[in-house]
């Protein structure tokens, strides 16, 4: 009798695997953000293009935290900035409808691009200085008018 009751749980359990979301389902943590600006990037040379493309790491009332890809000399290289949104022309965000530009996003669209950053609960100055020194940066390149 108890060993069936042992095989009823071993097959109740092998049976609730299956069942319910896999790591497969979640995407990476910062989506894609694509912005136009209204002003060149820092260290760019000047009329570089301001069209950039990058990991959104946080978003913030007054600006976004993005992790920027870019080439240089033939190997690719990242660099963290902080972008104020009264120099963002216009912006787009992967999965969602939030739409960055030169105004302060709504409550709404706040929630929606911290729930698509990769730290939505902010970037703490101790988690900055481990992501900068990773990334070899002093100190954190700002993009303001």
Same mark, same amino acid.
């Given at each position: 009798?108890?060993?069936?009751i042992v095989?009823?749980?071993?097959?109740?359990a092998?049976?609730?695997?299956?069942?319910?979301?896999k790591?497969?389902?979640f995407g990476?943590?910062?989506m894609?953000?694509?912005?136009?600006?209204?002003?060149?990037l820092?260290?760019?040379?000047?009329g570089?293009?301001?069209?950039?493309?990058?990991?959104?790491?946080?978003?913030?009332?007054?600006?976004?935290?993005?992790?920027?890809?870019?080439?240089?000399a033939?190997r690719?290289?990242?660099?963290? =900035?902080?972008?104020? #949104?009264?120099?963002? %022309?216009?912006?787009? +965000?992967? $999965?969602?409808?939030?739409?960055p530009?030169p105004?302060?996003p709504?409550?709404?669209?706040l929630?929606?691009?911290?729930?698509?950053?990769?730290y939505?609960q902010?970037?703490?100055?101790?988690l900055?200085?481990? =992501?900068?020194?990773? #990334?070899?940066?002093d %100190?954190?390149?700002? +993009?303001? $008018?």
């Open positions: 009798m108890s060993t069936r095989l009823c749980m071993f097959a109740l092998i049976a609730g695997c299956p069942i319910g979301p790591p497969a389902d990476p943590a910062g894609r953000v694509e912005l136009s600006l209204t002003k060149s820092p260290l760019a040379p000047p570089a293009e301001a069209d950039l493309s990058g990991e959104l790491l946080s978003a913030d009332s007054s600006g976004l935290v993005v992790r920027l890809e870019t080439m240089e033939n690719l290289r990242s660099k963290i =900035l902080r972008i104020e #949104y009264a120099v963002i %022309s216009s912006g787009k +965000v992967q $999965r969602t409808q939030a739409r530009g105004k302060p709504t409550p709404d669209d929630a929606r691009l911290r729930q698509v950053s990769r939505p902010g970037i703490s100055h101790e900055m200085a481990k =992501l900068l020194g990773a #990334y070899g940066q %100190s954190l390149l700002r +993009v303001s $008018r």
